[in-house]
């Protein structure tokens, strides 16, 4: 009854043989932005900025409402992007050039979309490649509100 206990051989995702610089994915599901997931996670990672969770502080400032903690809606947009780009990860070896373009506010829902833009041999790894990619996270109303690049180190077929 144990034999299943363990790595599968083959897991899902995209192997390294099934990327080419171009190309480009649209990450679904979405997701709407909660108070609670907020919250919960500005008070989790010990973020004390009011602007993300005391909405009498957050009304005098600039945007006016409660602002979306970036750290959330980065690790969102990354999440979203798993299951096409990194879901056979080895590591991420690196994220870049992190933007922050517009504010999200709660009630939000955010997509996100991928395009590879190089892809690569490990000199170090044979059994791995490298992949980077430009992902964008966008609102459901079509503004771009975040884009970053991310390297991962991705298993190759077998």
């Known amino acids: 009854m144990q034999d299943w206990v363990g790595y599968p051989e083959e897991s899902a995702g995209r192997a390294f043989e099934d990327f080419a610089a171009g190309q480009k994915f649209a990450h679904r599901p979405g997701r709407t932005i909660s108070e609670a997931d907020n919250s919960w996670f500005t008070l989790l990672t010990m973020n004390t900025h009011p602007l993300h969770f005391d909405a009498e502080f957050a009304r005098h400032q600039h945007f006016e409402k409660v602002v979306v903690n970036s750290c959330l809606t ?77 390297t991962i180190l991705i298993a190759r077929r077998g």
């Open 74 to 150: 980065l690790s969102m947009v990354v999440g979203m992007s798993v299951r096409d780009v990194s879901q056979r990860a080895v590591a991420n070896l690196g994220w870049s050039d992190i933007r922050l373009t517009r504010p999200v506010f709660v009630g939000d829902t955010i997509y996100a979309a991928s395009e590879v833009l190089e892809v690569r041999d490990s000199k170090k790894h044979p059994k791995a490649g490298i992949v980077r990619v430009r992902t964008e996270g966008i609102k459901a109303c079509g503004e771009s509100f975040m884009t970053f690049e991310r």
